[in-house]
């Protein structure tokens, strides 16, 4: 398991709430489906599942639909027997194998081949599978979970993805939303990574110390987008205490992609200029995230709707389109 799952850091209302829904699924067995942006932590989610559920003493086996060549995924998933191919020198376990009276996580779901995804759909349906070159069938005690980053009704709007195989793994489903929209988690992670990679620092060099974050340095994580979101936030938080040569870490040291800094353009030094101006950019950002939907962005920003709509009046927030 991975270290991260036993100090899963939350402090926003939409992950606190989350991860009671999340406990609840856990306690049954039927298959989910976690979604969300790459970087969000959907692995993690997957292992809470696996942890609080009664598979808990179980084995959790992994496997990234995307990472595995075509040729090889099937043999990866359901194994095969001696001479089955050429390289087949003796018999193996495939992932499905392993992952008895466990939980299988197939991360990247949408990636999955047409035929792989109807050997699939065999296995939640019947419980069963048989070994690549094989003939004999397998009875099978797995919980499935699987995820992915990409749209999956578009994907079978499509045709990419079957139909009834999404909606066969979409019985319990956990939607995980971006960093940029629980930015009260950010400070939170940016901390523990902080004193983890100091921690890890303060092993492998001699005169390590504790670090601690600027004012500017926390303006500026607080007002970047994270497009890679907690992934992206790590690395970051990693690189800066490698190559920060003081205690305190800077906005320098952080490195930051410029085009996602929202207070970049604010000449006026008028502290409420400045605020109205970071107010606006960052409730348009959250509105054209949510397709200009103000109840969802409402839900987002943790602010009534009718108070979304009186900022989109005093802050002159209009749409292009509109």
């Not at 067995?29 to 003493?57: M, N, P, T, Y």
């Not at 020198?89 to 992952?99: I, W």
């Not at 003081?246 to 353009?265: A, C, F, M, T, W």
């Not at 606006?280 to 979304?308: C, G, H, M, P, S």
């Amino acid at each position: 398991m991975s270290d991260s799952y036993h100090r899963l850091i939350a402090k926003s209302a939409c992950i606190l709430e989350l991860l009671q829904i999340t406990d609840r699924i856990a306690k049954a067995d039927s298959s989910v489906l976690i979604l969300g942006e790459s970087g969000v932590g959907k692995e993690l989610f997957a292992e809470q599942v696996h942890l609080r559920s009664l598979r808990k003493e179980g084995p959790f086996i992994r496997i990234n639909c995307a990472a595995i060549p075509e040729g090889l995924l099937e043999s990866e998933l359901f194994g095969h027997v001696k001479g089955a191919f050429t390289d087949a020198a003796k018999d193996r376990q495939g992932r499905f194998n392993m992952a008895e009276n466990g939980t299988i996580f197939l991360d990247e779901i949408a990636d999955l081949p047409s035929i792989l995804q109807r050997k699939i759909l065999r296995v939640i349906q019947e419980k069963k599978l048989e070994k690549v070159g094989s003939d004999i069938t397998v009875n099978l005690n797995v919980r499935i979970i699987a995820a992915t980053n990409k749209d999956l009704e578009q994907q079978v709007q499509k045709g990419l993805f079957r139909e009834d195989l999404y909606y066969r793994l979409n019985v319990l489903p956990i939607y995980i939303p971006p960093l940029r929209q629980r930015r009260d988690d950010i400070m939170e992670l940016a901390e523990f990574f902080l004193e983890k990679y100091s921690r890890i620092n303060r092993q492998h060099e001699s005169g390590g110390f504790s670090r601690e974050f600027s004012r500017d340095a926390v303006q500026a994580l607080l007002s970047y987008s994270w497009p890679g979101n907690v992934r992206e936030l790590q690395n970051c938080i990693e690189r800066a205490c490698v190559i920060g040569k003081n205690k305190v870490i800077g906005r320098e040291d952080i490195l930051l992609k410029p085009d996602y800094v929202s207070y970049e353009g604010v000449n006026d030094k008028n502290l409420k200029t400045a605020v109205n101006k970071f107010k606006a950019d960052f409730v348009q950002k959250v509105l054209e995230e949510n397709d200009w939907n103000q109840t969802e962005t409402a839900k987002a920003l943790v602010i009534q709707r009718t108070y979304l709509s009186k900022l989109i009046k005093e802050l002159n927030i209009g749409h292009k389109e509109l």
